[in-house]
């Protein structure tokens, strides 16, 4: 789980560093800008990368008590051993 004060660190921090949630489900969450997400009480809505052909906006809301953790995404890109 995740606390709400947590996820409004990440969102609020200065500067801005994208990150990448992982669920329980094994689902990820990319988030690059801090208007790609809205923070709740118990869950946020994640805006999703839309295909081309698609031209509305989809958001998802997930559970707090859901995630396992999040991480910045260059320190994910650093942590791949494939990456150069």
Same mark, same amino acid.
């Given at each position: 789980?995740?606390?709400?004060?947590?996820?409004?660190?990440?969102?609020?921090? $200065?500067?801005?560093?994208?990150?990448?949630?992982?669920?329980? #489900?094994?689902?990820?969450f990319d988030v690059g800008h +801090?208007?790609? /997400?809205?923070?709740?009480?118990?869950?946020?809505?994640?805006?999703?990368?839309?295909? $081309?052909?698609?031209?509305?906006?989809?958001?998802?809301?997930? #559970?707090?008590?859901?995630?396992?953790?999040?991480? +910045?995404?260059? /320190?994910?890109?650093?942590?791949?051993?494939?990456?150069?």
């Amino acid at each position: 789980m995740i606390a709400p004060r947590t996820m409004i660190d990440f969102v609020t921090a $200065e500067p801005f560093r994208p990150f990448r949630i992982y669920m329980a #489900s094994g689902t990820t969450f990319d988030v690059g800008h +801090p208007e790609m /997400i809205k923070v709740g009480r118990s869950s946020v809505t994640v805006h999703l990368a839309s295909d $081309e052909e698609e031209q509305s906006a989809q958001w998802r809301e997930v #559970s707090l008590m859901l995630m396992e953790y999040i991480e +910045p995404l260059d /320190i994910s890109a650093k942590a791949d051993p494939n990456k150069n």
